[in-house]
C-alpha cells in the first residue's frame, strides 16, 4: 500500500512540474525582450551607377562619397 501511494505522489509531482514547465513555455516574451529582437531599420542607399536601393551597412563608397552598390560600379564610374 505505502508504494501505491509513494507512486500517486510520484506522479503528482511530475504532474505538477509539467503543468509549471508548459506553462513557463507558453509565456509570451515581455515587450522589451520583443523590441531587442527585433532588427533596427537601416536607412536606404542609391548606387550612383544603377540605382538600385541598397542597406547602408553594404555599400561602397568613392574618394567623392558616391555610394555603389559593388566594386565593379565603382571602377566603372571612377574609370
Not at 507558453?26 to 527585433?38: G, H, Q
Request: aromatic fraction near 8%; charge should be positive; charged fraction near 20%.
Amino acid at each position: 500500500m505505502k508504494y501505491l501511494a509513494l507512486l500517486v505522489v510520484l506522479w503528482i509531482g511530475f504532474w505538477l512540474w509539467r503543468q509549471e514547465r508548459r506553462a513557463r513555455l507558453s509565456e509570451k516574451p515581455s515587450p522589451a525582450a520583443a523590441a531587442k529582437a527585433r532588427p533596427q531599420p537601416q536607412q536606404m542607399l542609391r548606387c550612383a551607377h544603377c540605382g538600385i536601393h541598397l542597406p547602408a551597412a553594404e555599400a561602397l563608397r568613392d574618394a567623392n562619397g558616391r555610394v555603389y552598390c559593388c566594386t565593379s560600379h565603382r571602377q566603372a564610374d571612377s574609370s
